[in-house]
T-cell receptor, first 115, second 111 residues
Framework: KAGVTQTPRYLIKTRGQQVTLSCSPI?????VSWYQQTPGQGLQFLFE???????NKGNFPGRFSGRQFSNSRSEMNVSTLELGDSALYLC??????????????FGDGTRLSIL | DQQVKQNSPSLSVQEGRISILNCDYT??????FLWYKKYPAEGPTFLIS?????DKNEDGRFTVFLNKSAKHLSLHIVPSQPGDSAVYFC??????????FGSGTRLLVRP
């Protein structure tokens, strides 16, 4: 069974640009969450999507946005990039069922570097 | 305000011995707890979880213990193997779908 796939694996951008990251969840998983990992702040929740709707949002500025498609694939967009946006961006998927207590399974992330 | 804390940044144990990783939390609304293992350049790998209605869950060499009164959970790895060397994160969730992560503990298992 294929795992969570994130593309691209590495990305280099300059300040002021915008970027789109992609995530394909495990087949059958309908919930997709995004996290940012930095050395200073650790793993922080960005947002979560289910059935093309954002259900939860973390404490990030509006420059960070996302969407989910009908096939559960998700994209995350960051506009007006800042140096502090350099991080590993991780996507996780889970099978929601009727029980919200399901483990989230992570992809290997996209390493974003801002110059 | 850190809601999930892993106070030991690193831990070193001998191969074959027990590894005990600890995690404390402050939010009494957390109802589900998870442990993840992370190797460099890879995403976190799910290891084991426990619901707040239980106090122990076991899966092979991995056992998670939950002490709700102390707001403390621990991961026991027995016996420890060199391949277990990685960074371990504990995470917790409330009724929402977001996970709150600790800062991680780097485990080194010495041959």
């Amino acid at each position: 069974k294929a795992g969570v796939t994130q593309t691209p694996r590495y990305l280099i951008k300059t300040r002021g640009q915008q970027v789109t990251l992609s995530c394909s969840p495990i087949s059958g998983h309908r919930s997709v969450s995004w996290y940012q990992q930095t050395p200073g702040q650790g793993l922080q929740f960005l947002f979560e999507y289910f059935s093309e709707t954002q259900r939860n949002k973390g404490n990030f500025p509006g420059r960070f946005s996302g969407r989910q498609f009908s096939n559960s694939r998700s994209e995350m967009n960051v506009s007006t990039l800042e140096l502090g946006d350099s991080a590993l961006y991780l996507c996780a998927s889970s099978y929601p069922g009727t029980d919200s207590n399901q483990p989230q399974h992570f992809g290997d992330g996209t390493r974003l570097s801002i110059l | 305000d850190q809601q999930v804390k892993q106070n030991s940044p690193s831990l070193s144990v001998q191969e074959g011995r027990i590894s005990i990783l600890n995690c404390d939390y402050t939010n009494s609304m957390f109802d589900y707890f998870l442990w993840y293992k992370k190797y460099p350049a890879e995403g976190p790998t799910f290891l084991i979880s426990i619901s707040s209605i239980k106090d122990k869950n076991e899966d092979g060499r991995f056992t998670v213990f939950l002490n709700k009164s102390a707001k403390h959970l621990s991961l026991h790895i027995v016996p420890s193997q060199p391949g277990d060397s990685a960074v371990y994160f504990c995470a917790a969730k409330d009724s929402s779908y977001k996970l709150i992560f600790g800062s991680g503990t780097r485990l080194l298992v010495r041959p």
